[in-house]
């Protein structure tokens, strides 16, 4: 199993920046996927930014050039860097992770980190 843990949530002005992590630990062959995707009151929960094990990329067209992902292979762990901020950002965050381990995939979620964008 694979446990991820957030952290970097907060409170923010419109405009400012705001930076999240997530730590994966446990036992695995590969981490391949990772991403982060945030649900807000009374809505699903939805991609942010997604990282395959080689670097590719994925944003959505709400927060793409305000927000960048990136991983370090080594250490196991993800990053959002996220600038521009608007309200409508405000949401709970979560890290996820794809991972295989004897031939299966799994897909396991961190606990969620909140953050809010208001004046």
């Known amino acids: 199993q694979v446990q991820l843990v957030e952290s970097g949530g907060g409170v923010v002005q419109p405009g400012g920046s705001l930076k999240l992590s997530c730590a994966a630990s446990?036992?695995?062959?590969?981490?391949?996927?990772m991403g982060w995707y945030r649900q807000a009151p009374g809505m699903k929960r939805d991609l942010v930014a997604g990282?395959?094990?080689?670097?590719?990329?994925r944003y959505p067209d709400s927060v793409k050039g305000r927000f960048t992902i990136s991983r370090d292979n080594a250490k196991n762990t993800v990053s959002l860097q996220m600038n521009s901020l608007k309200p409508e950002d405000t949401a709970v965050y979560y890290c996820?992770?794809?991972?295989?381990?004897?031939?299966?995939?799994?897909?396991?979620w961190g606990q969620g980190t909140q953050v809010t964008v208001s004046s």
């Open positions: 996820n992770a794809i991972y295989t381990n004897y031939g299966t995939t799994y897909t396991n």
């Open positions: 446990g036992s695995f062959f590969r981490i391949n996927d």
């Open positions: 990282i395959t094990s080689g670097g590719i990329v």
